[in-house]
C-alpha cells in the first residue's frame, strides 16, 4: 500500500516517542546483536551523511507526495534520541513524518525486541522492506485512537532509523498509519542505498 493510496495527502504530525529508552549498552550487549528472534541486516548500511543531514532523508519531491504542497523541514541535529528531521504542513491540522537516526544505543532492534511487552507493551513486526527488517512499537498503541505510529527500520544490526507519523483528525480511525510509516520507511531506505 502506497501512501497515496491512503489518502491524497499524508496528514498528521510526527512527534518524538514518548517511550523511554531501551536498556543501556555494554560491551557484552553489542556482541549479542542480534539477539534472540531479531531479523538479522545482512548489508548495513553507513548512515553517517544521514545523522549529520537528517533532512536529506526524503527529497523535496517525496515530502511532498507524501504530505502536500506547503511542507516546512525542520531539522534536529541535537535531538535527544539522535539526529532529526520533521516535515509537517501548517495549514493542515497536525500533518506530519519525523525521521530519527536512533543514537541512544548500538543494539539496532534488539533493544526494541527486548524492550516487548515492557517498555512497549504495543509491538507488532512488519514486512522487511527489500530484506532490512521493520517493527511498529509503542508504549501504548495509538493507531485507531489518535492515528499515531512509531516504526523502527533495522539499518545494520547496531542501528536503527526511527520513523514516527500521526494522522489528521479527519484520518483518525479510517486510515493505517503503521501501513504510512512503512511506506515512508520504504522512501528513506531508497534514499540511504542511493548514498551507500
Not at 105 to 112: A, R, S
Not at 155 to 176: F, P, R
Amino acid at each position: 500500500m502506497t501512501l497515496a493510496a491512503c489518502t491524497d495527502r499524508m496528514d498528521g504530525t510526527a512527534s518524538p516517542s514518548a517511550s523511554g529508552p531501551p536498556p543501556a549498552t555494554t560491551p557484552s550487549s553489542i556482541a549479542a546483536v542480534p539477539g534472540p528472534g531479531v531479523p538479522k541486516v545482512d548489508t548495513p548500511l553507513d548512515v553517517r551523511h544521514f545523522q549529520q543531514a537528517p533532512c536529506d532523508s526524503l527529497t523535496p519531491e517525496q515530502s511532498k507526495e507524501l504530505l502536500g504542497a506547503g511542507v516546512t523541514t525542520n531539522p534536529a541535529v541535537d535531538d535527544q534520541a539522535g539526529p532529526t528531521c520533521r516535515w509537517n504542513v501548517p495549514a493542515v491540522s497536525q500533518a506530519g513524518v519525523g525521521v530519527t537516526y536512533f543514537k541512544t544505543t548500538q543494539l539496532g532492534l534488539t533493544g526494541v525486541y527486548r524492550a516487548k511487552d515492557t517498555i512497549y507493551p504495543f509491538f507488532e513486526p512488519l514486512d522487511p522492506i527489500d530484506g532490512y527488517p521493520t517493527v511498529a512499537f509503542g508504549q501504548v498503541d495509538e493507531r485507531s485512537t489518535k492515528g499515531r505510529c512509531l516504526l523502527a527500520l533495522g539499518t545494520s544490526d547496531t542501528q536503527q532509523v526511527d520513523i514516527a507519523i500521526s494522522l489528521s483528525e479527519a484520518n483518525v480511525g479510517k486510515k493505517d498509519p503503521c501501513a504510512a510509516a512503512h511506506d515512508v520507511a520504504a522512501k528513506v531506505l531508497e534514499n540511504l542505498r542511493k548514498a551507500t
